[in-house]
């Protein structure tokens, strides 16, 4: 087996390929253009979306040119495979926002540097509404469309699962463009491999076969695993929502986080597709007289400094080690908010201060989190509904430190 792709095996990346005999070779003999593609229809991507740009990492150190397409043409339609309803139709200005705010995002763990490190494949973003914004209709039809089956294409799980609850013609079309992307890929970069999530099995092999039908070289399709959590749940969904990469909608300490917080049974496994670190390593921490802990850590702490980068993750982690170490670390990395001292002066009520500080949504989540126990003000459990703070009720520092049930802390400063 070709040794690029074995590492994504070992790994834990793949769950099919199209031809494996085929594509090892192909990939012995040469560098090999693959892309991956993701449409632009948030302003962020989530943990839920960057496994196969994890491994567009490895495939690139192995010396094979990965293509990052940013849909912004097919994410004006928006694509059915693995969705229960439609998605909603963004403005133009928006997807072309967003699709620059994934550019960014992506480059934190594909190099496009315009000089990447020897040995490295050198990596291109494109852009499909460069080639499907202006597409003739009736001339796509006669020099695409007749190449699709329909019969064939009710067959593909993704199709078959939203026609039970209802498939616009606006996404029926969407595999014709995939499949067209794939086709434009492979004549403008000598594209022959693209990879994804398996939910996009069919979108791939209908690319695959539009590309030999127009008279195109074999190509081929690799898939990965649907990662869930060993609770079941699908990966990227936590108590805040979406686990997004965009530190305003998700901050690097909640990044870090969700990750130090993971299952016993996920950290090795996120280690080794979620990190850069070797397997040689990664193996350390299989040890069963090591603790899980220290995965775990390790674990927040790489991928943190890999989408936040050095400085964020560092702050994250002292951040952590003071709220969980007995004060070790450094507290003002700890996320904090500035209230009103205003607020103070009067006297805050136990209710309010929790939900200002943005731990609790509203008062009745508050008052719930302080009947049962779940609150915390500097150190000490609130009880009572009706407890007020003041200004002389601060730390030393002048600080409230809130803390809602086992994890969730906020430090609040009057200002």
């Not at 050095?310 to 709220?323: F, G, I, N, P, S």
Request: aromatic letters at 10%; a negative charge; proline letters at 4%.
């Amino acid at each position: 087996m070709n040794k690029a792709l074995q590492t994504l095996i070992d790994r834990g990346f793949i769950k099919d390929c199209t031809n494996w005999d085929g594509l090892s070779d192909l990939m012995d003999k040469e560098s090999v253009s693959f892309y991956c593609g993701t449409d632009p229809t948030g302003p962020s991507l989530h943990v839920g979306h960057i496994v196969p740009f994890f491994a567009m990492h490895h495939l690139q150190k192995y010396g094979h040119r990965p293509v990052a397409l940013v849909g912004g043409g097919t994410g004006l339609i928006g694509d059915p495979s693995g969705k229960t309803e439609m998605r909603k139709i963004l403005p133009i200005e928006e997807i072309n926002k967003n699709a620059q705010n994934i550019a960014k995002q992506l480059s934190k763990v594909v190099d496009f540097s315009e000089n990447p490190p020897e040995g490295y494949g050198k990596a291109i973003i494109a852009n499909n509404a460069d080639w499907l914004v202006d597409l003739n209709y009736i001339q796509f039809l006669r020099d695409v469309g007749k190449y699709f089956s329909v019969n064939r294409m009710l067959t593909f799980e993704g199709v078959k699962q939203r026609l039970e609850r209802g498939l616009s013609f606006i996404e029926f079309n969407y595999q014709l463009l995939q499949s067209y992307d794939f086709h434009m890929l492979n004549e403008k970069f000598g594209t022959r491999l693209q990879i994804g999530g398996a939910d996009q099995w069919g979108n791939i092999v209908a690319g695959i076969d539009l590309i030999q039908r127009m008279g195109g070289e074999e190509c081929f399709g690799l898939t990965f695993n649907l990662i869930m959590r060993a609770d079941g749940k699908k990966m990227g969904k936590s108590e805040k929502g979406a686990v997004f990469l965009d530190p305003t909608l998700y901050s690097p300490y909640d990044f870090y986080q969700y990750w130090r917080n993971v299952s016993d049974p996920d950290a090795i496994k996120f280690m080794k597709l979620f990190t850069f670190m070797p397997l040689d390593e990664i193996k350390e921490y299989e040890d069963p007289n090591r603790n899980i802990n220290d995965a775990k850590a390790r674990l927040a702490y790489e991928i943190t400094k890999i989408i936040h980068g050095e400085e964020e993750a560092e702050k994250a982690r002292d951040a952590a080690a003071h709220l969980f170490s007995k004060g070790d670390g450094n507290k003002e990395n700890v996320p904090t908010v500035q209230l009103d001292k205003a607020l103070f002066e009067n006297g805050i009520g136990v209710l309010d201060l929790f939900t200002k500080s943005g731990l609790t949504q509203s008062n009745g989540d508050a008052r719930r989190l302080v009947v049962q126990g779940g609150a915390e003000v500097n150190g000490k459990k609130i009880s009572d509904p009706k407890t007020v703070f003041t200004l002389s009720d601060a730390d030393s520092d002048g600080d409230f430190m809130l803390k809602a049930g086992k994890k969730k802390f906020m430090r609040v400063q009057p200002s």
